[in-house]
Nanobody, 131 residues
Framework: LMTLTESGGGSVQAGGSLKLSCVAS???????MGWFRQAPGSQREGVAS??????????SDSVKGRFTISRDMAEKTVTLFLEMSSLKLEDSGMYYC???????????????????????WGQGTQVSVSS
């Protein structure tokens, strides 16, 4: 069973920082992996993604310069991180980790932030930013 499990969410004041983690089955090491978020009443939106092997990070304009995505491998798992700083009220929402097995170098640039590109999803971790 291939799983994605997020953690690290919580409540933080605006301007603060949080680091999210997503522990994934080792099979996901060959996938593109990304972070999405969803606020109540809003669509799920792509935040950041890395290509296969953890290369070529991309970010949404709303988080560029404040968030950093990275990936690490252990013996049996892959962990995807999202380091978030200078948090804003609008960063609040449920954050999801996702994996895309069909990405390639040609389409990665425009498919990374589409929910339909990802077949595997975690359960999410809640981030709440207050003033």
């Amino acid at each position: 069973l291939m799983t994605l499990t997020e953690s690290g969410g919580g409540s933080v004041q605006a301007g603060g920082s949080l680091k999210l983690s997503c522990v994934a089955s080792l099979e996901f090491r060959a996938y593109c992996m990304g972070w999405f978020r969803q606020a109540p009443g809003s669509q799920r939106e792509g935040v950041a993604s890395v290509y296969r092997g953890g290369h070529s990070p991309v970010y949404s304009d709303s988080v560029k310069g404040r968030f950093t995505i990275s990936r690490d491998m252990a013996e049996k798992t892959v962990t995807l991180f999202l380091e978030m700083s200078s948090l804003k009220l609008e960063d609040s929402g449920m954050y999801y980790c996702a994996a895309d097995s069909r990405c390639d170098g040609v389409t990665y640039g425009y498919r990374w932030n589409r929910t339909s590109s990802y077949d595997d999803w975690g359960q999410g971790t809640q981030v709440s930013v207050s003033s």
